[in-house]
């Protein structure tokens, strides 16, 4: 899969998000219930993150033009930075705010074995999406921990859906603790303190993802092992001997941009330079295909004076 991958991904979390948060509302209404209400408002916001996803990914594929050269692959980046911005703002704040007011004013909950069995079932929704997520990832995360993909991945849809969902089971089951605790213990306060642990949780993943998002917006350069690639196959040792230096930039998830000086042996022809040049790209594109956007410059390599 290339990194442009994930739709599946996103059509599941989109399609299981609107039928949970249809049903949250449903149960906060019967029964009362601010976790139950605060995880509605958070399966709509995740509901709506999906659209801007597919939208970002619609945008993305513009072709470039004068005024964006390069494309218009960062689009997927910006869409998935509003995506944390909305589940921070509207996710946790609002969460915060209801837990808030829930365990200052506590209210009774009725009905709560519906906020139970409807809480169970949007479980078993979550964990289909999150599955989906995970499968969709599996190609991407060679080998690497959850944790280092979602640091170093350059595809920003599949991280973004994997720690909605990570967020979204975590609090459901916030959600359902909270109601039994207030069945069995007939404290409502426990329904405002589940209320407020769903917003801490939302907030910090919301924080994590801007933060990543930011770093993928601003502009990231190759991996370490694309690094590595891309030095190993610029140089040939017979006309290129060495990199001088390089500059790397993800222009989209898709799309690499290489910029590249290196030093070309003495005397040889510009007919060979040129070849030597044109053989380094198609080496480098075969190491690393993302490698789509290459400009090399020849020089010859000087050693500072001392």
């Known amino acids: 899969m290339s990194a442009g991958g994930g739709k599946k991904a996103i059509l599941a979390a989109l399609t299981a998000n609107l039928g949970i948060a249809i049903a949250k509302f449903i149960g906060a209404a019967i029964t009362g219930s601010g976790s139950m209400l605060a995880e509605g408002v958070h399966s709509v916001a995740d509901t709506g993150n999906q659209g801007l996803l597919l939208l970002g990914q619609k945008r993305a594929e513009q072709q470039a033009d004068a005024l964006h050269p390069f494309g218009y692959g960062r689009n997927r980046y910006f869409y ?7 589940l921070f703002s509207l996710g946790s704040m609002f969460s915060i705010y209801e837990g808030i007011h829930k365990v ?3 209210e009774e909950l009725t009905s709560p074995l519906v906020a139970v069995t409807i809480l169970v079932i949007a479980i078993g929704l979550e964990t289909y999406s999150f599955v989906t997520a995970m499968r969709e990832s599996a190609p991407l995360r060679a080998g690497a921990s959850w944790w280092r993909f979602i640091r170093n991945s350059r595809n920003p849809e599949l991280p973004v859906v994997l720690l909605e969902d990570t967020g979204a089971l975590v ?3 916030f959600a359902l603790v909270a109601v ?3 069945m069995v213990t007939g404290e409502p306060i426990w329904d405002g303190i589940g209320t407020l642990g769903i917003g801490v949780l939302l907030g910090v ?3 994590v993802l801007i933060v990543e998002m930011k770093s993928l917006l601003i502009g990231e350069g190759a991996t370490p ?3 590595r690639k891309i030095r190993e196959n ?4 017979a006309r290129i001997d060495r990199v001088i230096h390089l ?3 993800y222009l989209g998830p898709d799309e690499m941009l290489v910029a590249a000086k290196v030093s070309i042996v003495p005397g040889l022809e510009i007919t060979d330079i040129a070849q030597a040049i044109d053989d380094a790209e198609a080496r480098v594109r075969a190491a690393v295909p993302l490698a789509r956007v290459m400009y090399i410059e020849p020089d010859l390599y000087r050693t500072q004076p001392v």
């Not at 930075?81 to 909305?86: D, G, P, S, T």
């Open 225 to 227: 092992d694309q690094d």
């Open 104 to 106: 200052q004013h506590p």
């Open 205 to 207: 993943i919301a924080i």
């Open 180 to 182: 039994l605790l207030t």
């Open 171 to 173: 609090g459901l089951a």
């Open 80 to 86: 998935s930075f509003v995506v944390a911005l909305v």
């Open 234 to 237: 610029l140089v040939d040792g």
């Open 247 to 249: 500059r790397t930039e």
